[in-house]
């Protein structure tokens, strides 16, 4: 049995030290006391930590490396150290690491992101009739009265001022994931520490919560209440290409382009995952409401606090550098 001082590199010795076994037995290869102790099953665990879910990439959130019982890791370029941590480690379990092929669905490719690359640059016609196949796939989600949002600004010149936390003048606005200036849009969510995410904000910045509610239903287009029985085959399966669209920054052109259709066919904005729901430990969603809705009368403003944040806790995940 090998123990956590029989490795090199830093990260798998301190994935070891986690979930290794404790005792004052001498480790049979090193010859260390203090190490801990490495079954085959923990050192199971402790490669597919590191090699696999360290490896996950962060635009499309799938892994590099995936466990394999076949001779592959000499094709892959990993550190000296690395190399040489693997090799004891497969000697003791038996496992070994190859490049993972993902599905192209998982990379965000179905029948209808092939034909919107297409046709993105063509007539709008085309276009919108393709972005309402894509939106018949997903549910209507209705905010009912009352219902209670929060947005937060970051540095607000006047907090006093209620008209800090409304959708920004024209002149102010940059282009996000959903908005340009044609567009305006309120960003916000049911959730507040997804709002405090959302900002990436740093200790040093004065953080302003605005907590509104409706003032009447509104109708949301939610891009995340999939209807999973219309899927004919796999190319079919919308969710993937909308989760390649809003879970990176590669492409806020076509995210605009379905705002403007939402905003079209009468929605009163979008619901969608937030980018940070991986870390956050549960799926949780922003909304995007159009235009103006506090001076539009939409939303009434109930409370502005000044919010600090008292406290971050990180969980780290060790991988091989690529």
């Known amino acids: 049995m090998i123990c956590s001082d029989c490795l090199i590199n830093e990260g798998l010795k301190i994935e070891a030290e986690r979930i290794g076994i404790r005792n004052n037995n001498q480790c049979t290869n090193c010859n260390s006391f203090s190490g801990k102790k490495l079954n085959k099953e923990i050192i199971q665990k402790i490669v597919d930590r590191f090699f696999r879910q360290g490896s996950i990439d962060n635009?499309?959130?799938?892994?590099i490396y995936q466990l394999s019982f076949v001779e592959y890791e000499e094709m892959i370029p990993f550190t000296e150290e690395t190399r040489a941590d693997l090799k004891l480690l497969k000697a003791n379990s038996g496992i070994n690491i190859a490049y993972h092929s993902p599905r192209l669905t998982d990379l965000g490719y179905t029948d209808i992101s092939a034909e919107i690359e297409i046709i993105e640059h063509e007539a709008k016609e085309k276009l919108n009739v393709l972005i309402d196949r894509l939106f018949s796939k997903f549910k209507d989600?209705?905010?009912?009265?009352?219902?209670?949002?929060?947005?937060?600004?970051?540095?607000?010149?006047?907090?006093?001022?209620?008209?800090?936390?409304?959708?920004p003048p024209k002149e102010y606005i940059?282009?996000?994931r959903l908005n340009n200036k044609e567009t305006p849009i309120f960003y916000c969510s049911e959730d507040l520490n997804t709002c405090v995410h959302e900002v990436k904000s740093t200790v040093y910045d004065n953080l302003?919560?605005?907590?509104?509610?409706?003032?009447?239903?509104l109708k949301i287009l939610s891009l995340i209440d999939y209807n999973k029985e219309l899927d004919l085959h796999e190319m079919e399966n919308y969710i993937s290409y909308i989760s390649y669209l809003f879970r990176t920054d590669l492409d806020y052109n076509m995210c605009q382009k379905l705002a403007i259709r939402a905003k079209e066919r009468g929605y009163d904005g979008i619901e969608y995952y937030s980018f940070f729901s991986k870390v956050i430990g549960d799926r949780k969603s922003n909304i995007a409401l159009f235009g103006y809705p506090m001076?539009?009368?939409i939303l009434s403003l109930k409370s502005v606090n000044r919010l600090r944040i008292e406290k971050i806790d990180y969980k780290l995940n060790f991988g091989p550098v690529q």
């Open 295 to 297: 001076k539009d009368g």
């Open 59 to 63: 635009d499309y959130h799938l892994p």
């Open 141 to 167: 989600k209705t905010l009912n009265t009352n219902t209670k949002l929060f947005r937060i600004r970051v540095n607000p010149n006047s907090p006093r001022t209620n008209a800090e936390f409304d959708t």
């Open 208 to 217: 302003y919560l605005a907590t509104f509610k409706t003032k009447q239903p």
């Open 174 to 176: 940059r282009e996000g």
